[in-house]
């Protein structure tokens, strides 16, 4: 669900050993991680002015304190951007449902890729367009499914992805770096309520707040007709309907790209 910027604080706090910063572990510890305190003075803050943050009793901290809190508890770029994106919400704007003819140009698009599984997902998750490509790659690419919620609830989800355990976490590390808190969609927030309570697997991953941006890169599936592929895969926000486009391509000559033109053909 959305989080607020004491709660990212605090678990990223708790993730930070003390020797990863240079102190002392001074023994058994009380709470996991780093103390308030210490947070305060890697970040130059004082402590009472970090106890506000966290309690959420300061929501307009600077730029400059925001990249000192950031450099304090180690955050790359990209969970760096997040806790500013907390911290300075955009304003909330009124989405616009996607036009029917927008909607049938996009589903022409990927119907004219034959040999490049391809979908779109909406707001809430769920595939909006897709192509025969892709349904036949995986059943839940397929229109009206959701991926999200499929790749953790769905055993045919661990039996497609040998990485399964790589892939969920990417996916969850992808959907913080992309979800507005200010401005998430509710079918979204049902799903993220939905997996919290029925997936261990889930509800772990959340809890670590990892934040990673991922629009391209490499993934392993092992289909049941043509087996093993390994396909690159290109992730991309379309403008106006703000949907994620979702496509796969296998290198030229390889392997897995003469199982995609079989897989075509069945």
């Known amino acids: 669900m959305p989080e607020s910027l004491g709660e990212f604080l605090r678990a990223r706090r708790e993730q930070l050993s003390p020797d990863r910063v240079g102190i002392p572990g001074g023994g058994r510890r009380r709470v996991p991680g780093l103390r308030r305190e210490e947070v305060a003075l890697l970040a130059g803050v004082s402590v009472e002015y970090y ?26 770029d990209e969970a760096a951007a997040y806790l500013h994106k907390l911290a300075h919400p955009a304003p909330r704007t009124r989405r616009r449902a996607q036009p029917r003819k927008a909607r049938a140009a996009l589903q022409q698009l990927l119907d004219g890729w034959p040999l490049t599984p391809a979908y779109a997902a909406g707001a809430a998750g769920r595939v ?7 349904v036949a790659l995986c059943p839940f690419f397929a229109v009206g499914s959701n991926p999200l919620r499929a790749a953790f609830l769905e055993p045919g989800m661990r039996d497609l992805y040998p990485d399964w355990d790589d ?7 992808g959907l913080r770096a992309m979800l507005t808190l200010d401005n998430a969609d509710p079918g979204l927030l049902e799903t993220i309520g939905e997996l919290s309570v029925a997936s261990d697997r889930f509800r772990a991953l959340w809890a670590r707040r990892d934040v990673r941006a ?53």
């Open 128 to 134: 909006v367009a897709a192509n025969r490509l892709a």
């Open 167 to 173: 892939m969920t976490a990417k996916a969850v590390s």
């Open 51 to 76: 106890l506000r943050l966290e309690q959420g009793r300061d929501l307009h901290p600077s730029d400059q304190i925001l990249g000192s809190i950031a450099a304090a508890l180690q955050l790359d």
């Open 214 to 266: 991922r629009t391209s890169g490499l993934t392993r599936m092992d289909h049941p007709l043509v087996g093993a592929l390994e396909l690159n895969y290109e992730k991309m926000i379309l403008p106006e309907s703000r949907e994620l486009l979702i496509a796969y391509h296998a290198a030229p000559a390889s392997p897995a790209a003469e199982r995609l033109q079989l897989l075509a053909s069945l």
